[in-house]
T-cell receptor
Framework: ETGVTQSPTHLIKTRGQQVTLRCSSQ?????VSWYQQALGQGPQFIFQYYREEENGRGNFPPRFSGLQFPNYSSELNVNALELDDSALYLC?????????????FGPGTRLTVL | AQKITQTQPGMFVQEKEAVTLDCTYD???????LFWYKQPSSGEMIFLIY??????QNATEGRYSLNFQKARKSANLVISASQLGDSAMYFCAMRGLNYGGSQGNLIFGKGTKLSVKP
């Protein structure tokens, strides 16, 4: 196990609602990245947080927003849910340094939008 | 732009045999990292192996090895002595490396579903 936890494991929402997903990073890690994985696809980068600041963002609309807390845990918020937001949401933690560092993933939150 | 291509949607291998999963990449970054992850049906992405673009030797981790051919822009994963528990989706991913700069995000391929037959 990586030590990265996510909650909840499963979630069902209706179109137009808002959702908050949570991630606790591995001990010693200061960076959290969020990914969306649609069925049958590879994960797509949403954004990354480093020391409570957004440190890069993928091609996702502003209704996808996030936070990182002083203990390096993180939240992903999605407003005005659409049917296409149904996916597995993965968070990954890592320790930011100048060379290659590995992102370790949590078990994911499976979101279904009806 | 960075891109990862995995051309094998599905692969079968007999238990105890070796299997190679293909991955080609495209990038304009002078330095980059290549990763392989395993995703069982439970959904968690499990890190397997890493190869840096300037590493002189191919990476190995237990039964996993990475056949890195920089000129061909390929980074194939070799699994030796396949086990039933190896049945899963396998994703190749890459990230540009900016020494001293931002960490960068992972770009993933579409994955290969490996099925190990008893």
């Amino acid at each position: 196990e990586t030590g990265v936890t996510q909650s909840p494991t499963h979630l069902i929402k209706t179109r137009g609602q808002q959702v908050t997903l949570r991630c606790s990073s591995q001990s010693g890690h200061n960076t959290v990245s969020w990914y969306q994985q649609a069925l049958g696809q590879g994960p797509q980068f949403i954004f990354q947080y480093y020391r409570e600041e957004e440190n890069g963002r993928g091609n996702f609309p502003p209704r996808f927003s996030g936070l990182q807390f002083p203990n390096y845990s993180s939240e992903l918020n999605v407003n005005a849910l659409e049917l296409d937001d149904s996916a597995l949401y993965l968070c990954a933690s890592s320790f930011k340094r100048g060379d290659a560092d590995t992102q370790y993933f949590g078990p994911g939150t499976r979101l279904t939008v009806l | 732009a960075q891109k990862i291509t995995q051309t094998q949607p599905g692969m079968f291998v007999q238990e105890k045999e070796a299997v190679t999963l293909d991955c080609t990449y495209d990038t304009s970054d002078p330095s980059y990292g290549l990763f392989w992850y395993k995703q069982p049906s439970s959904g968690e992405m499990i890190f397997l192996i890493y190869q840096g673009s300037y590493d002189q030797q191919n990476a190995t981790e237990g039964r996993y090895s990475l056949n890195f051919q920089k000129a061909r822009k390929s980074a194939n994963l070799v699994i030796s002595a396949s086990q039933l528990g190896d049945s899963a989706m396998y994703f190749c991913a890459m990230r540009g490396l900016n020494y001293g700069g931002s960490q960068g995000n992972l770009i993933f391929g579409k994955g290969t579903k490996l099925s190990v037959k008893p």
